[in-house]
């Protein structure tokens, strides 16, 4: 079962500065308006799975890279 909370909204933020993307840039990779990853990455909303499919792929990570431990 896949849980999607707040840390996977920080992991977000956090690969997303790994790679030196701005939320501009990132937004616009994936298809997400800026408006919405940035709720998301405050932590205000919580990303829907096709989300997180998509900034996953833009970051380059798995998904399970977001919402696990790993």
């Known amino acids: 079962m896949i849980i999607i909370d707040e840390t996977v909204c920080r992991r977000i933020a956090y690969y997303r500065n790994k790679r030196n993307l701005t939320r501009e840039d990132l937004a616009f990779n994936v298809g997400v308006s800026l408006k919405r990853l940035i709720s998301i990455e405050d932590e205000s909303r ?3 799975i096709n989300e997180l499919a998509q900034l996953a792929a833009g970051l380059g990570v798995s ?6 431990n790993e």
């Open 46 to 48: 919580i990303p829907r």
């Open 63 to 68: 998904i399970g890279e977001l919402v696990n």
